[in-house]
């Protein structure tokens, strides 16, 4: 067997893997645990949807914990609100961006991730509640009415000093909504938070409060034992540990079934209840679904229409070599559309027209190849010869333009990455997985399916001229 | 053969001639920064009954609110019906949006208003884009000339053709400046973040073109050793000639003519900068960045100022 017949084998395999995967209803790939879905993931601008970008003021200064932190406790309250595919992403040193698809109302959103998440520790009494309850508190309601100092009588049912709503007792309603809970302390009283393990290796949140707050929590642990002390983030229960004994010198310990990673989110939350940061709103865009939807339609049709007239041009021009760079194409767009599916590149407008230039590269070595092969055969070569100096001349014109191109792409990436202009990076994606793909196919595809023409279907190919355009 | 550098100072004036009225016109009005650099606020809206509010009283609502500086346009929507509003003004928040859209509803007895488009960039963010943009030009046509200076490592005076690639880049650069420039004033084109994409593309794209022409000189100097760099440059262009025209005017050329014409009013600015860009850097390999090596070679500035002898 020779190269070419290995090559084609292993072409065939790799193509009818990117066919498969390029397939619309294509279900994925699940072995135990490992999953994986193809999807084909579309930006913004061609779904409709809004991105946000948001931004620290210069004058703060800001760690990239603290931007990440911001960015992950801004997802969870998006997604709080029912947004589906929410994502932020932090972008450079100050930037976060957020994109909702499918959104187009900002106000609702915006207004949400604004808001301050206000941390609450909160008097349940004998109940715990799941985590994710509402509730109601009266820290900031009492706060003109009675005196900030924690009330020492707290009964178990906990009812405000001024609740308005006389039927508000755990025993009458199962729901907690009506009842207002007593606030112990806030994120305020909170000094640091931080993740270890305890004796027996599990993961506790290690909780340390200012001197204020050390005092007011003493008080309370001393005369709660064996009650509930909820932990509140924006009225919503996050967890509902148990007091074990008087805590006296400021520090807690909240164990619960950690894992790593949940004893890292509680803190996170803990610690910064509200942002770590300030985020002023620098950037907004929304584009509707319909302007949307009509830029896919076009872009696509645009596509199509491009496609044909260039192979129509390489079949009649090149003939032979050109039908074959055809076929070579089209293997190019399986291949590039599967991974765009595999890794997953959220295709936007410009990452399309990325991937139409990066068909022009291809088929760019394609022509440099068989002009070269041309001219050998003019030289008077034979075709053998012919087609592997075609090949080995054009290569360094090829390898060198390309390279260029992936330098290009490679800047234009960094500079989308940094400023959350992610169509520039979107374009620059698939500029260079284009060009990356097109190499090997120029390369390996082409030439395989060249030679597996001339030498295997035609045979008598090397006297008839007319088939390479001569 | 084909004597192409022979008339090289001719493709020398034909570039000065598309390259400068262009340039002119940006002098005089100023770069047509979109808001991606300069910060701001498009609002694009449709009114499906079709009965877009006149300019002036779009304009005095925003005076209202304190905006000065506001642009109204109508445009033509997908449906070909001119039921689109486009605004533009300086940066406004989320809350002024809803604030001037339901004015707009009811003022405009327009309960409909669909938000087609929102666009708003923040005065610091886009500063920082600009700064950034500028730098990715310039590191991107850094590596480039780099690159080409190691690629064609083993010839004499490899770093020339670095130099007229970067000559060669900057005429390309200056050709799609014009072409905004002209588009400004015709098409009300602005510069926004997707025709930097679309200058750095020219930009790759330029490299890709003059390292085809080179490689072949690269070629053929080792082959033919005893021809005059003339000779030698003008054989290797004439031979990479087919494979520029086919590249780029049949296949790349057909690809963004497709997207120019069917691809939608987001990406037609894009696409036809892209079609001239590529074809100026076509252009400009064989007639630019060639011929400036041969004036190089020859060290031709010091018979510029003499008269001539031989044409």
Same mark, same amino acid.
């Given at each position: 067997m020779e190269q070419r017949h290995v090559n084609l084998i292993l072409i065939a395999i790799l193509l009818i893997a990117a066919i498969w995967i390029d397939l619309p209803q294509n279900p994925g790939i699940k072995i135990g645990n490992f999953e994986k879905r193809f999807e084909t993931v579309l930006g913004l601008d061609l779904r409709g949807g809004m991105q946000v970008i948001l931004s620290v003021p210069p004058e703060v200064s800001v760690t990239q914990q603290n931007l990440q932190d911001a960015a992950i406790i801004l997802e969870n309250r998006s997604n709080a609100l029912g947004v589906s595919e929410v994502v932020f992403q932090t972008a450079g040193e100050r930037i976060i961006v957020g994109e909702f698809p499918g959104a187009t109302n900002a106000e609702d959103v915006i207004n949400k991730i604004r808001q301050v998440g206000q941390l609450e520790f909160v008097d349940f009494g004998d109940t715990p509640f799941p985590e994710g309850t509402v509730i109601e508190t009266d820290f900031g309601i009492t706060e003109s009415s009675t005196p900030e100092s924690p009330n020492p009588e707290s009964t178990p049912t906990a009812t405000s000093t001024e609740t308005s709503t006389p039927e508000a007792t755990p025993e009458a309603s199962?729901?907690? /909504?009506p009842i207002r809970y007593h606030t112990?302390?806030?994120?305020? @009283?909170? *000094?640091s938070v931080g993740v270890s393990r305890d004796t027996l290796g599990r993961y506790v949140v290690d909780i340390e409060f200012t001197d204020e707050g050390a005092r007011i929590f003493k008080e309370w642990t001393t005369q709660n034992v064996g009650k509930y002390l909820g932990i509140v983030l924006d009225k919503r229960v996050i967890s509902s540990p148990v007091i074990r004994e008087p805590i006296t010198e400021g520090r807690a310990q909240i164990e619960g079934n950690f894992t790593s990673e949940s004893a890292n989110a509680l803190a996170v939350q803990l610690r910064y209840g509200a942002l770590p940061i300030p985020l002023n709103i620098e950037q907004i865009r929304v584009v509707g679904p319909t302007l949307g939807q009509d830029s896919l339609q076009k872009s696509l049709l645009a596509g199509v229409i491009g496609f044909i007239i260039v192979m129509l041009f390489m079949g009649i021009y090149y003939r032979l070599p050109g039908v074959v760079a055809n076929m070579a194409l089209l293997t190019y767009a399986a291949i590039t559309f599967a991974i765009f599916k595999t890794i997953p590149v959220t295709l936007t407008l410009p990452g399309i027209a990325g991937f139409l230039l990066s068909t022009g590269s291809a088929l760019d070595a394609n022509i440099l190849i068989f002009e070269r092969l041309k001219e050998e055969l003019r030289n008077g070569r034979n075709l053998r010869q012919a087609l592997d100096l075609g090949w080995k001349r054009a290569w360094s014109s090829i390898r060198d333009s390309n390279i260029s191109a992936l330098i290009t792409s490679a800047i234009l990436f960094w500079f989308g990455s940094t400023f959350g202009a992610s169509f520039v990076k979107g374009f620059a994606l698939t500029l260079a997985l284009g060009v990356m793909v097109s190499l090997f196919t120029a390369l390996v595809v082409t030439r395989a399916f060249l030679e597996t023409a001339v $030498? @295997?279907? $035609? *045979? @008598? /190919? @090397?006297? *008839?001229p007319g088939w390479f355009g001569l | 053969m084909l004597d192409i550098l022979g008339k090289r100072y001719i493709f020398f004036a034909i570039s000065l001639l598309v390259i400068v009225p262009g340039l002119l016109i940006l002098a005089i009005n100023g770069l047509p920064l979109a808001i991606d650099f300069k910060g701001g606020s498009i609002l694009e809206l449709r009114f499906p009954s079709g009965n877009l509010p006149n300019t002036e009283s779009v304009v005095n609502l925003y005076t209202e609110l304190g905006f000065k500086e506001v642009q109204v346009q109508t445009a033509i929507s997908a449906n070909g019906q001119r039921d689109l509003l486009v605004i533009r003004s300086p940066f406004i928040d989320d809350e002024t949006k809803i604030k001037i859209v339901e004015t707009m509803r009811e003022r405009f007895n327009a309960p409909d208003i669909v938000v087609n488009r929102f666009d708003s960039v923040g005065p610091v963010i886009a500063q920082q884009v600009t700064e950034r943009a500028a730098l990715a030009v310039a590191v991107a046509a850094l590596a480039v000339v780099l690159y080409i200076t190691y690629a064609f490592r083993g010839i004499p005076h490899a770093f020339r053709y670095g130099v007229c690639a970067i000559i060669a880049m900057i005429h390309d650069i200056l050709v799609v400046f014009s072409l905004v420039g002209i588009g400004s004033i015709f098409f009300g084109w602005q510069m926004d973040s997707l025709f930097l994409t679309a200058l750095l593309t020219v930009v790759g794209f330029s490299t890709q073109d003059k390292i085809v022409v080179f490689d072949r000189i690269r070629e053929n100097s080792t082959i033919y050793r005893k021809l005059p760099f003339e000779k030698l440059a003008n054989h290797s262009i004439v031979q990479t000639l087919q494979r520029s025209i086919n590249t780029q005017l049949m296949t790349v050329e057909f690809m963004l003519l497709a997207l120019a014409l069917f691809g939608g009013v987001t990406l037609r600015e894009f696409a036809v900068i892209l079609l001239v860009g590529l074809f100026s850097g076509t252009y400009s390999s064989i007639f630019v960045a060639a011929p400036i090596l041969v004036v190089w070679e020859n060290q031709e500035w010091k018979t510029w100022f003499r008269r001539q002898a031989t044409a």
């Open positions: 199962p729901t907690p /909504a112990v302390l806030t994120g305020r @009283d909170l *000094k $030498f @295997d279907l $035609f *045979k @008598d /190919a @090397d006297k *008839k | -």
